[in-house]
């Protein structure tokens, strides 16, 4: 097998966030100046200054543009800017696959890569979705909408659904992905939500739409977060160990469209899914490395079914076999996979995907709050959604 181009020519050396704010909390300051102390704290965390950044990369129309970021921290000039289609999360990978193209080629010195979200500035719980305009700009609804799929919660439902009819998985094992965000919540003295919580509790959590409870479900938040980028060279003058991106991937399989979100009419193996399957192949053939070489995985957990078919799909577990693999414990903190150590989307906090980022680097840099003995290598996995969606593929040496 041909060398993985990218092969540890790139590397984060900067990471930060603001506060992990509830819905609507910090409305009055706004998605740009969220963006802007992210950064900072990244560049900080790097020991570089930001008028040293010459590269941006984000995802899912993230309002802080380049255009004023550039000029609000005095940068001497821009060579770079991406952004990676994708609602929510679906893109963090590929923004990471962008900002390490730009680096590892020398268009860019240092690429920051962000996402910044006020959940109360945007329409939310069905409203997007119901709004007639959007026919024009997102046809694809078109076919959906109609029937009274308008939120996320009724479109990852549908799915969640076809899963369980086709092998058996059950509710008590959606449970256990809540059940283990809270329990590695319990030790991140930031995460929104700590308390522990039982097969009990999620049972009788109300029905959002069914099979999805509200312990099933993502928080709402408002929070920033940043990722400095560099090449492997660089990387070693900055202020902490370099996490070298092995492999960065976006995409989906063929007809996926929109996924559960307004299909392409996608085969029913991809439809009980996370659409991610081509995405693992791109991933672990560039990076030169399979499931057995990860110690601690960060998988999108916007819903909790989505973690079990992200299982599936990166082939941590055989397909509709998911639901044992949890169930057996397996990525809980002494597991044989630990997953979302920082508590995730369910428990920490939901920024789309940039603190799961955060996290793998903690992990790798061996200073996280349920740090994982000897981790080597961690996987990111982008959010199930529309095309495409991604992943990242990280290790702490090159």
Not at 51 to 71: C, E, H, K, M, R
Not at 259 to 282: H, I, K, L, P, Y
């Given at each position: 097998?041909?060398?993985p181009?990218l092969?540890?020519?790139?590397a984060?050396v900067?990471?930060?966030n603001?506060?992990f704010?509830k819905?609507g909390?910090f409305?009055?300051?706004?998605?740009?100046a969220?963006?802007?102390?992210?950064?900072?704290k990244?560049?900080?965390?790097?020991?570089?200054?930001?008028?040293q950044v010459d590269?941006?990369?984000s995802?899912s129309?993230d309002?802080?543009t380049?255009?004023?970021l550039a000029?609000?921290?005095?940068?001497?000039?821009?060579?770079?800017?991406?952004?990676?289609?994708g609602g929510?999360?679906?893109g963090?990978g590929?923004?990471?696959?962008?900002?390490?193209?730009?680096v590892?080629?020398?268009q860019?010195?240092?690429?920051?890569?962000h996402r910044s979200?006020?959940?109360a500035?945007?329409?939310?719980?069905?409203q997007a979705?119901?709004?007639s305009?959007?026919?024009?700009?997102?046809?694809?609804i078109?076919?959906?909408?109609?029937f009274?799929q308008?939120?996320?919660?009724?479109m990852f439902?549908?799915a969640?659904?076809?899963?369980?009819h086709?092998f058996?998985t059950?509710?008590e094992?959606?449970?256990?992905?809540s059940?283990n965000a809270?329990?590695?919540?319990a030790?991140?003295?930031?995460a929104?939500f700590?308390?522990?919580i039982?097969v009990?509790?999620?049972h009788?959590?109300?029905?959002?739409?069914?099979?999805?409870?509200?312990?099933?479900c993502?928080?709402e938040s408002?929070?920033?977060?940043?990722?400095v980028?560099?090449?492997?060279e660089?990387?070693?003058?900055?202020?902490?160990?370099?996490?070298?991106?092995?492999?960065a991937?976006m995409?989906?399989?063929?007809?996926?469209a929109?996924g559960m979100?307004?299909?392409?009419n996608?085969s029913?193996?991809?439809?009980?899914?996370?659409?991610?399957?081509t995405?693992?192949?791109?991933?672990?053939?560039q990076?030169?490395?399979?499931?057995?070489?990860?110690?601690?995985?960060?998988?999108?957990?916007h819903?909790?079914?989505?973690?079990?078919?992200?299982?599936?799909d990166?082939g941590?577990?055989?397909?509709?076999e998911?639901?044992d693999?949890?169930?057996?414990?397996?990525i809980?903190?002494?597991g044989a996979?630990p997953?979302?150590t920082?508590g995730?989307?369910?428990?920490?906090?939901?920024?789309?995907?940039i603190?799961?980022v955060?996290?793998a680097?903690?992990?790798?840099?061996?200073?996280?709050?349920?740090?994982?003995?000897d981790?080597?290598v961690?996987l990111?996995?982008?959010?199930?959604?529309?095309t495409?969606?991604s992943?990242?593929?990280l290790r702490s040496?090159?």
């Amino acid at each position: 097998m041909s060398e993985p181009w990218l092969s540890g020519r790139a590397a984060i050396v900067g990471i930060g966030n603001t506060a992990f704010g509830k819905r609507g909390e910090f409305a009055e300051r706004g998605t740009f100046a969220l963006a802007v102390e992210a950064i900072a704290k990244a560049c900080a965390d790097a020991g570089i200054s930001p008028q040293q950044v010459d590269g941006w990369a984000s995802y899912s129309d993230d309002a802080a543009t380049p255009a004023a970021l550039a000029p609000a921290f005095g940068c001497e000039r821009v060579r770079y800017a991406g952004m990676a289609w994708g609602g929510g999360g679906a893109g963090m990978g590929g923004a990471f696959l962008n900002a390490s193209m730009a680096v590892a080629t020398g268009q860019a010195d240092y690429v920051v890569v962000h996402r910044s979200i006020c959940q109360a500035g945007g329409s939310r719980f069905g409203q997007a979705l119901a709004r007639s305009d959007l026919s024009a700009s997102m046809p694809e609804i078109s076919f959906t909408a109609p029937f009274g799929q308008l939120s996320a919660a009724h479109m990852f439902a549908l799915a969640s659904r076809r899963h369980m009819h086709r092998f058996g998985t059950s509710e008590e094992q959606f449970a256990e992905v809540s059940i283990n965000a809270r329990l590695m919540a319990a030790n991140n003295p930031v995460a929104r939500f700590r308390d522990p919580i039982s097969v009990e509790d999620h049972h009788a959590s109300r029905m959002i739409a069914d099979p999805l409870r509200l312990l099933d479900c993502c928080m709402e938040s408002d929070v920033a977060g940043a990722v400095v980028v560099t090449s492997a060279e660089r990387a070693r003058d900055c202020a902490r160990d370099p996490v070298y991106i092995a492999a960065a991937a976006m995409g989906a399989p063929y007809r996926w469209a929109m996924g559960m979100m307004g299909g392409g009419n996608m085969s029913d193996d991809d439809f009980a899914s996370a659409g991610q399957r081509t995405v693992a192949e791109d991933l672990y053939r560039q990076s030169g490395l399979g499931p057995d070489d990860v110690d601690v995985a960060m998988i999108y957990d916007h819903f909790t079914p989505m973690v079990l078919m992200g299982l599936e799909d990166f082939g941590f577990c055989g397909k509709g076999e998911s639901g044992d693999f949890v169930q057996e414990g397996r990525i809980r903190l002494d597991g044989a996979l630990p997953v979302n150590t920082h508590g995730g989307n369910l428990a920490e906090v939901y920024a789309h995907g940039i603190t799961h980022v955060h996290e793998a680097v903690r992990q790798l840099r061996g200073c996280a709050n349920n740090q994982v003995e000897d981790a080597r290598v961690s996987l990111v996995v982008g959010g199930s959604g529309p095309t495409p969606t991604s992943a990242v593929m990280l290790r702490s040496e090159s």
